[in-house]
């Protein structure tokens, strides 16, 4: 399968789980992929994954929330493997609490890796996908972004302004032939949400208790979530843009 042969894709956080898995799959159809994480073991194992595999990829360290870093490791990109043409925003963290609990600096933080790093990587990125009018971008948002979820303020209120600006993006690109979409994954079984999944009192019950909330009864691997980013980047989906796809195993059709 080579989908995407000859073509640059940049994936963001794409050090582990979602990221991880769609460096793999993009490399899988034949894409050179830029993998961007602020974490070097992890971003040079997940290249050093795909590469093993018989695919083509780098690793760039960067901070998605630091505008001179995101520029700094664009251009690296295009210097070495020539113009973007995919950009899966993936980059994201969490953090927990209801809004009278959290502190300022730690929603400033959510929004910052969050939103404004799709916001500083696209705009590094946009100038070359206009003038070669082609392009397609997919971020990631979350179910968190279409749903309220307990305790979570900063993280629905970010993932929510995912959305709104795939939306915008759309509007403003599709003259230039760029589409732009985003994925809302459900529960995804990825190391970070292992991580909180483990704080919890009984682990395993939680586990139980959130795999029942969605129709399908289990959570999603994040190769299911990866190939729907595939999808909505791949020429298949050449009139889909400003679309919000859930892959979420029914949990927002309640």
């Known amino acids: 399968m080579t989908r995407f042969a000859g073509e640059v894709v940049v994936v963001t956080g794409g050090g582990s789980g979602i990221g991880r ?20 073991v992890a971003g040079r194992g997940s290249v050093e994954s795909l590469e093993a595999a018989g695919g ?30 995919v950009v899966f925003n993936n980059a994201g963290i969490e953090h927990s609490g209801p809004l009278h609990e959290v502190a300022e600096e730690d929603w400033d933080r959510v929004m910052a ?33 279409l749903l309220g979820w307990p305790a979570y ?29 985003c994925i809302c994954p459900g529960t995804t079984m990825t190391p970070l949400v292992e991580r909180l999944f483990e704080l919890e009192a009984d682990p395993e019950a939680a ?16 190769e299911e979530v990866a190939e729907a980013a595939l999808f909505l980047a791949s020429e298949e989906a050449s009139f889909i843009t400003g679309a919000v796809l859930p892959v979420d195993g029914g949990y927002t059709a309640k």
């Open 56 to 85: 083509r990829g780098i690793y760039t360290a960067a901070d998605v929330s630091m505008a001179g870093e995101v520029a700094a490791a664009v251009r690296r990109i295009q210097e070495s493997c020539g113009p973007i043409d």
């Open 207 to 222: 586990r139980r208790l959130i795999a029942a909330r969605h129709p399908l009864g289990r959570f999603a691997r994040p």
């Open 153 to 181: 303020a900063a993280y629905c209120a970010s993932k929510g302004g995912v959305i709104q600006l795939t939306r915008q993006m759309a509007v403003d690109y599709g003259p230039y032939n760029i589409r732009v979409n």
């Open 21 to 40: 898995a769609a460096a793999q799959a993009f490399a899988r159809e034949g894409a050179t992929v830029a993998v961007i994480d602020r974490d070097a």
């Open 113 to 145: 890796v969050n939103l404004k790093g799709i916001f500083l990587l696209c705009k590094a990125v946009m100038p070359v996908m206009m003038a070669r009018r082609k392009g397609a971008v997919v971020n990631t948002s979350s179910i968190s972004g």
